[in-house]
């Protein structure tokens, strides 16, 4: 299903659900409205969606679809650069965690998403510590490869930013392995990118070019 059809769906259901006053229905469009606007790219609606189902969350007391809510929002702000109100947003969902009963895939992925507020305002000491725990944590739940390698890619990119070029190298090849494990395509692509421009950085040209060579290979495969 198109994400439009699928926006179109849900605007019909929400006011079903409300005149049949299925609350929880309204907050559960709501939040889906928000994730699909958001792919479109249309941020202002979807703070919106979000902020009318954290409302109605708050009320019901529906803690974890609230921590969902909060952490969703906090996406959106960081995508339109509002890092501090997405910080705030981050730390309300993480705040609610101990109340939610295995919750910990949660945690990795918050964690994951501060470094990245982090990383982006330029303070990457804390974005490499957020990211760590993130791997840690997932690490704990046993996650997959595939899962695992975005934690990988996070701390090699913010190992690079601190011009730890042998640190990044080591996380982007072990990225790397579990992004091939998951047929990751577009991420193995970035990642023999990133891969070729430490080498380039440290003045190792040759493979560079080879690891510049096998992503440009895959983007083309990939049209």
Do not use: W
């Amino acid at each position: 299903m198109s994400i439009c059809l699928s926006i179109q769906y849900l605007s019909i259901a929400r006011p079903l659900f409300n005149k049949l006053e299925y609350v929880v229905n309204v907050a559960i469009v709501d939040n889906y409205l928000g994730l699909n606007h958001a792919a479109l790219g249309k941020y202002k609606d979807a703070v919106e969606n979000y902020q009318s189902a954290i409302l109605i969350n708050k009320q019901l007391k529906n803690v974890e679809q609230l921590t969902l809510n909060y952490n969703n929002l906090a996406d959106v702000l960081r995508i339109q650069g509002q890092y501090d109100q997405s910080f705030a947003y981050y730390k309300k969902a993480m705040s609610l965690l101990k109340d939610i009963e295995g919750a910990e895939y949660l945690n990795n992925v918050i964690f994951n998403n501060i470094g990245m507020v982090h990383y982006a305002k330029g303070d990457y000491q804390k974005a490499l510590e957020s990211h760590l725990k993130a791997l840690r944590i997932g690490q704990k739940l046993g996650m997959s490869e595939p899962e695992l390698a975005i934690d990988l890619n996070n701390i090699a990119r913010t190992y690079l930013a601190l011009g730890g070029y042998r640190k990044a190298m080591d996380f982007f090849k072990l990225a790397l392995k579990g992004f091939k494990t998951g047929d990751q395509k577009g991420n193995i692509a970035t990642c023999l990118g990133n891969i070729g421009e430490v080498y380039r950085l440290i003045d190792q040209y040759q493979s560079a070019i080879s690891y510049f060579d096998q992503a440009v290979s895959i983007l083309n495969e990939l049209g």
